[in-house]
C-alpha cells in the first residue's frame, strides 16, 4: 500500500508563484515515474509534469517554460511561476511504481 500526500496549494495572483510537493509512503518498489496531472472544473484531467527515475521530463505544452518538476527519493515537486487564471485546478501527483498510484488532490487557484 502507497500513500501520497500532496502539499502546497493555495491561493495565489496572476504571476505569482506556487510549490507543490508529494511525498510518497508505504510500502514501495521502485518508483519508476512520478509527477503531476490536473483538473479544471468541466474538464478532463491532463498531464501537467512528469519525470522519470532516470530524470528525463515531459511537460504540458501550457505549463513549458513556466514549471519545473524534480525529484529527491519519494517526493516530486512541481514548482510553478507566472501563473496564469487558466492554470487554476485541482492538481494531482501522481506516481508509477508495481502500479499507479494517484494523490487525493490539492486546489490551486489563480485569482486577484
Known amino acids: 500500500q502507497v500513500q501520497l500526500v500532496e502539499s502546497g496549494g493555495g491561493l495565489v495572483q496572476p504571476g505569482g508563484s506556487l510549490r507543490l510537493s508529494c511525498v510518497a509512503s508505504g510500502t514501495i518498489f521502485s518508483i519508476n515515474v512520478m509527477g503531476w496531472y490536473r483538473q479544471a472544473p468541466g474538464k478532463e484531467r491532463e498531464l501537467v509534469a512528469i519525470?522519470?527515475?532516470?530524470?528525463n521530463t515531459n511537460y504540458a505544452d501550457s505549463v513549458k517554460g513556466r514549471s519545473t518538476v524534480s525529484r529527491a527519493k519519494n517526493t516530486v515537486y512541481l514548482q510553478m511561476n507566472s501563473l496564469k487564471p487558466e492554470d487554476t485546478a485541482v492538481y494531482y501527483c501522481?506516481?508509477?511504481?508495481?502500479?499507479?498510484?494517484w494523490g487525493q488532490g490539492t486546489q490551486v487557484t489563480v485569482s486577484s
Open positions: 519525470i522519470s527515475s532516470s530524470g
Open positions: 501522481y506516481v508509477v511504481s508495481d502500479v499507479q498510484y
